[in-house]
């Protein structure tokens, strides 16, 4: 923890190379605890690999043998992931401060702009709460064919998108950053500077690729496309449903609990109820205005600057990703039903 929470002082100082002890994990209780660790491992491990301009291709004992027992036990990669910058990364600056006094307990060095990006994606998962809630409510709804349950469900689905919208908002207050923290969506997975990956010294003999970090990563807007029955094209597709391998294993199975559920498209198309229909159409629209705004919000602060700095225009997953955003975007669109 110590090492993790002085991060950006140790990588710009080049001091993140000297010997750490093995640290047993025996003593982590409990998943928070666990989710704590897998956050602090990572970003040291981020760290380490990219200190300086030297690439490390072998990541020491040390940090490898307790990452990888942790990821494991967590069901998540050995690399630092959207949940460990956003969902394991925040403390109230107060004991009993509200949401706005939130701040971050591990960044990189450059450290406003990662904290802003972190602490901004935290809020708009917050508000994403409500609506992935009033999940398990729909279905029940469906079950007992309860119209009227259905419906405000929904409404609280489109309340919940309509709140992550504009949480979405305060990114411009804290949008100091030309790109997003490099450290964050650094991969070691069709990454031409690590070509065949990076070793897990003590624990595999042969170098493995991981993709690095991006709030593709977020269950949140899966769970929603899901719900709805939103599909994408199938490369698309893939890319997301990968996405998925880096995520928290609970987030994983509920995503895919919702996917293999019984169809809520098919249930109001069924049901011939035009307040029903209106209501989900608002989920639909909701979640199309939303990432309208999510591509604005990437053209304004990564390709308009990339392009200035004449950079390669590629997402931290490495997609051409603004036609990317788009394509997902106009899927979404389609998703409306006939009055
Ligand atoms: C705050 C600034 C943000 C920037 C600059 C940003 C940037 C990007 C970029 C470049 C991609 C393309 C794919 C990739 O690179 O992996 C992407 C995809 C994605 N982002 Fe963001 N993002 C931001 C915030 C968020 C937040 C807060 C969320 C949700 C909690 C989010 C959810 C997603 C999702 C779900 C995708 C996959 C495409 C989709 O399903 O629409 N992003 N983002």
């Not at 956050?39 to 940090?63: E, K």
């Not at 990821?71 to 509200?98: H, Q, T």
Request: contains cysteine; hydrophobic residues 45%.
């Amino acid at each position: 923890m110590r090492l993790a929470a002085d991060l950006p002082h140790l990588v710009e100082g080049g001091q993140l190379r000297q010997e750490m002890p093995l640290l047993s994990i025996q003593q982590l209780q409990g998943h928070r605890q666990l989710c704590l660790a897998h956050a602090a491992l990572g970003f040291i491990t981020m760290g380490y690999a990219w200190q300086g301009a030297g690439r490390q291709m072998s990541l020491p004992r040390a940090l490898a043998v307790p990452f990888c027992a942790i990821s494991e036990l967590l069901g998540m990669p050995p690399i630092l992931v959207y949940a460990d910058c956003v969902l394991a990364n925040w403390k109230k600056r107060e004991p009993l401060g509200c949401v706005e006094n939130l701040d971050v307990l591990f960044s990189f060095p450059g450290g406003e702009s990662n904290k802003g990006f972190f602490l901004v994606s935290l809020l708009v998962e917050l508000a994403a709460a409500s609506g992935i809630k009033a999940i398990p409510t729909i279905f029940n709804a469906m079950l007992h064919h309860d119209l009227s349950t259905l419906q405000t469900a929904l409404q609280d689905v489109a309340a919940s998108l309509r709140k992550m919208r504009d949480v979405f908002t305060l990114v411009h207050k804290v949008a100091m950053w030309l790109f997003l923290p490099s450290c964050f969506g650094s991969s070691w997975k069709d990454n031409p500077l690590m070509p065949e990956g990076l070793v897990y010294e003590g624990v595999w003999d042969h170098p493995r690729q991981y993709a690095g970090g991006s709030a593709a990563q977020s269950s949140t807007i899966q769970c929603f496309d899901m719900l709805l029955g939103i599909h994408h094209d199938p490369v698309d597709e893939e890319y997301l449903i990968c996405m998925r391998d880096y995520m928290p294993a609970a987030h994983r199975a509920f995503i895919q609990a919702v996917a293999s559920g019984p169809s809520l498209r098919q249930f109001v198309l069924a049901a011939g109820d035009t307040d029903l229909t209106a209501a989900f159409n608002k989920c639909v629209s909701s979640l199309v205005a939303l990432r309208s705004y999510h591509i604005e919000v990437v053209v304004k602060y990564i390709t308009i600057p990339a392009g200035q700095y004449q950079e390669e225009q590629k997402g931290t997953g490495g997609t051409g990703f603004i036609q990317f955003l788009k394509a997902i975007r106009d899927n979404t669109q389609k998703a409306h039903l006939a009055d």
